[in-house]
């Protein structure tokens, strides 16, 4: 087991890896938008679904995988009424063979967090 920290983002504020690595599966923590100085990125929706995805993408990178390799996905919304521009936007995203995916939405307590996906990837045989 090893974990991953892409070197781009700032270490986490709370005891957690960015990702882990165990046999043949990738594990991506939850991750959120953030500015480039790490703090959580305000601004409108997309964008910050998008940045979101990036930060995932960049641990699945660190960890030797992309989205293609992700299995599982759970996203977490502020409230119902993002569920539809979030699967949009999601689509956009995530390409053709989506991944099995659970979305919940969830009081982050953070007045700016509107989403925040994790993700697990197989690395295994890659058929």
Not at 22 to 43: C, N, R, Y
Not at 48 to 65: C, H, K, P, Q, W
Not at 68 to 97: H, Q, S
């Amino acid at each position: 087991m090893r974990t991953v920290h892409p070197e781009h983002l700032p270490p986490p504020s709370v005891p957690l890896s960015h990702g882990v690595r165990a046999g043949d599966l990738l594990f991506v923590s939850g991750q959120v938008a953030t500015a480039a100085d790490g703090s959580v990125f305000i601004g409108d929706f997309a964008a910050e679904v998008n940045s979101t995805i990036d930060n995932v993408e960049a641990v699945l990178r660190a960890g030797g995988a992309s989205l293609a390799d992700v299995v599982k996905v759970n996203a977490y919304l502020a409230n119902a009424t993002l569920f539809a521009p979030f699967n949009e936007l999601y689509a956009r995203r995530i390409g053709d063979v989506p991944p099995a995916r659970t979305t919940v939405v969830v009081d982050f307590g953070h007045p700016d967090v509107r989403v925040e996906i994790e993700a697990v990837a197989y690395l295994g045989d890659r058929d």
